[in-house]
């Protein structure tokens, strides 16, 4: 027995299926394949490459051409020239020869179409064919004036079945996707989960992105891509066939996640519903219901007669017919019609007059099943009464009911969030790094948008291409047998970046200025004492306090001596870009970065007791070189590669990180006064003040973490000396409506350092 049925009504018959029977499945799609032929992507790669088309012409010749009998002769240029085409794919083509013999003495049924097409009837013509149809039964249908009033109204019923015991999973409804906003918004409402399909192309996800970028290497986690990718297994070289692939990942989605209890959509075409189902079929407009066909196909009417195809005027017919028993067979209906959405008017299915529809009008609106909607509506009522001097009916009723809704009034503030959320959200795993750490300190809601909702998308912008180019080459500069082409190339190569012409120009005269810099911290690196290195080294800490917290981060280099089992170090942080190494309010948690390495470098276990000579930043590239008559353009751009930061106020003899009697030359400022202390405006700290900045580190790392898994995420940034150091370059400003009540006044301040210390 072969079964004829809708992928979808596969699924419900194999869910009820309580035995294995010799049944054998295909849909009707199959079936006309059987018939005639299916495709690879070779087929449809050599259409577009022979006749310059694009994919989907391609495929609308090939679905053509499958009608065209064999052994005839067409005279119609368009049927000739598809059949020429035809003649020449055939070695492409996948024809089952056998088909025809195999369905023999089969019984075979058809099951959840619309039609049979006649093409396939006429293949069929051997066969006894009995057709059954259930009565057509007398509706009511619901008339609404908006789109929105239609889906409170289906919410309302849909609430009521569920308080009356109606399991959530077998309320069905049927819509059409300018419905989807306004579910997903008013059934929010009465908290009714609905599984409402998103449609996420492959094309648009991470994943996709991914796989197109790296598409030589046909690489992709993803099974769905991978499925996609295999169908080109006999083409060597997959960027020719890239259109193609982008077509696929354009038309295949992402795999939904759904809720497993929850009202669903579905479609009427194609499918059947159980007798205990409930369906609310929204939208029985003009146009809708039933679809309308135009005869502008490729194949226009009088060629599909030829071809034993249905023409639009049939399908018209044939739809009609198949809608009205679609309805019919659906033994819980409700059906209802708009007559406007914010965007367009309707009128209702001429389905209403013909089947003699009872049209019921005025529906009185349900309150009882949502507080919030209820309130929303009170809003309304009131919007139009002050406006437009409208009163609605119902207004009375609801305003006494809900006497504080604080009409009129908007509050932007962060009113909390459910922990329970926050844990499924985060897994009770967070990851975090400096950066993490100093959007929390900057903001707490910048923050919550960006690392918890993870609304920013990661952007791969040529300024960030230029930096991590310069770390990845910093990284490898002071080794052995180091080649700077070799090294550049293997880094584009490796991570398949591909640059414009315009962005290779630039690149290429950034990286004239790093090999600038590398030759000069070679010539400082003859003035240090420290003898050992160690670049790009990641400290991963774990900090367990309820979640599973790694706290990450990446020291571009830590330069260190080792005597006597004593270890010496210093810390150096490239920057490309321009930087300070203040420690200014970093008891509010900002300025952290230099502190987090020494916390980090801290928990490497040879460095736990060391000594710290320093810890800086090194700019290689962004400082603008000022036009100095003391000093030649080469020696200011060497000027502005030495090290800017803190260093230690005494150290013994032995743990000397500079070798030269002037220090400045190395360190920015850190010149020394003939009785051997140093002079004012260098910056020095005392070991003690060192050791403080690093434990101010670990404590405000602590503290984040502490009110991020407390969920505290405020909206507060930081005004310091009248400059709003957090909203400058955030891209959130759009979202949070921050106010002036928001910001957080900070004064300027080394703070830790004791009352009277100065900010230079
Ligand atoms: S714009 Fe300012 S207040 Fe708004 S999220 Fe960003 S940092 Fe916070």
Redesign the pocket.
């Known amino acids: 027995m072969i079964y004829v049925v809708p992928n979808l009504i596969k699924e419900k018959l194999l869910k009820k299926a309580t035995k294995l029977r010799n049944v054998k499945y295909m849909t009707l799609e199959e079936l006309i394949n059987k018939f005639t032929f299916s495709y690879s992507k070779k087929a449809v790669y050599y259409l577009m490459k022979k006749l310059d088309i694009k994919y989907e012409v391609a495929l609308v010749y090939l679905e053509s051409m499958k009608y065209l009998d064999d052994e005839k002769t067409y005279f119609d240029s368009k049927l000739k020239f598809l059949k020429k085409l035809k003649d020449e794919l055939y070695p492409l083509l996948n024809i089952d020869k056998y088909f025809s013999n195999y369905i023999n003495n089969k019984t075979i049924i058809f099951y959840g179409y619309s039609y049979i097409p006649k093409f396939v009837l006429s293949k069929l013509s051997s066969f006894n064919i009995e057709t059954k149809r259930r009565k057509v039964k007398n509706f009511k249908v619901y008339e609404f004036i908006t789109l929105e009033d239609e889906v409170a109204f289906v919410a309302g019923e849909i609430a009521k079945l569920i308080s009356g015991g109606i399991n959530i999973n077998n309320i069905k409804l049927i819509c059409g996707e300018e419905y989807f906003f306004t579910i997903d918004k008013i059934f929010k409402f009465y908290n009714i989960p609905v599984n409402i399909p998103k449609k996420v192309p492959l094309y648009y996800t991470n994943e996709g992105k991914k796989a197109l970028q790296n598409i030589a290497l046909r690489k992709t986690e993803n099974p769905k891509i991978a499925e996609i990718l295999n169908e080109y297994y006999w083409c060597e070289n997959l960027e020719e066939v890239k259109e193609l692939i982008e077509y696929d990942l354009k038309h295949h989605f992402k795999e939904e996640v759904e809720y497993e209890n929850a009202v669903s959509i579905e479609s009427i075409e194609n499918n059947e519903f159980n007798s205990d189902d409930y369906c609310f079929l929204l939208g029985f407009n003009e146009g809708k219901y039933p679809k309308v066909y135009y005869d502008e196909d490729y194949l226009s009417d009088k060629l599909k007669e030829k071809l034993n195809l249905e023409t639009s005027k049939e399908l018209n017919i044939i739809f009609k017919e198949s809608i009205i028993t679609s309805l019919s067979n659906i033994n819980n209906l409700i059906i209802s019609y708009k007559l406007e959405s914010p965007f367009e008017k309707y009128y209702p299915s001429i389905l209403i007059q013909e089947l003699n529809m009872d049209v019921i009008r005025n529906i009185k609106k349900n309150y009882n099943y949502s507080h919030l909607y209820n309130k929303l509506e009170l809003s309304r009522y009131l919007d139009d009464l002050i406006k437009y001097n409208a009163f609605h009916n119902d207004l009375v009723s609801l305003y006494s009911t809900y006497q504080n809704i604080n009409y009129g009034i908007y509050d932007h503030k962060f009113t909390g969030i459910d922990l329970d959320d926050l844990d499924k959200r985060t897994n009770k795993k967070l990851t975090l790094s400096y950066t993490a750490i100093d959007k929390y300190y ?5 923050y919550y ?1 960006s690392h918890i909702l993870k609304l920013e998308e990661k952007e791969s912008t040529l300024s960030l291409i230029i930096g991590n180019v310069f770390h990845y080459v910093l990284s490898k500069a002071f080794l052995d047998s180091f080649d700077f082409d070799e090294v550049i190339n293997k880094y584009l190569l490796d991570r398949s970046i591909i640059l414009s012409p315009k962005e290779h120009f630039l690149l290429n005269n950034l990286l004239g200025e790093l090999k600038f810099a590398i030759d000069t911290i070679n010539k400082q690196m003859q003035h240090i004492n420290y003898d050992k290195a160690l670049y790009e080294e990641k400290v991963i800490v774990n900090i367990a306090n309820g979640y599973d917290v790694t706290f990450i981060g990446v020291i571009d280099k830590i330069l260190y001596k080792e005597i006597a089992g004593k270890v010496y170090l210093a810390l150096i942080d490239y920057k490309t870009g321009n930087a300070s190494p203040a420690l200014d309010n970093i008891l509010d948690g900002l300025n952290l970065q230099l502190p987090v390495y020494l916390f980090l470098v801290r928990n490497i276990d040879k460095f736990m007791d060391a000594e710290v000579y320093g810890f800086y930043l090194q700019p290689i590239l962004g400082n603008a070189i000022n036009i100095e008559n003391k000093k030649s353009y080469e020696e200011q751009k060497h000027e502005n590669l030495k090290l800017v930061g803190y260093s230690v106020s005494s150290i013994d003899s032995e743990g000397e990180f500079i070798s030269l009697s002037d220090k400045s030359k190395i360190v920015k400022g850190l010149k020394e006064k003939k009785d051997g202390g140093y002079y004012s405006y260098a910056k020095v700290l005392t070991k003690e003040e060192i050791d403080k900045v690093c434990t101010i580190a670990k404590e405000k790392i602590y503290e984040a973490i502490e009110n991020i898994t407390k969920g505290q995420f405020r ?3 930081k005004v310091i000396d009248k400059e ?1 150091v ?2 400058k370059y ?4 759009d ?4 106010n002036e009540s ?1 910001l957080v006044y900070l004064k300027k301040t080394k703070h830790f350092l004791g009352d009277d210390y100065e900010v230079d």
């Open positions: 900057q903001c707490e809601f910048k948008l909206i507060n940034p709003n957090s909203c955030c891209k959130f400003s979202i949070c409506y921050k928001d």
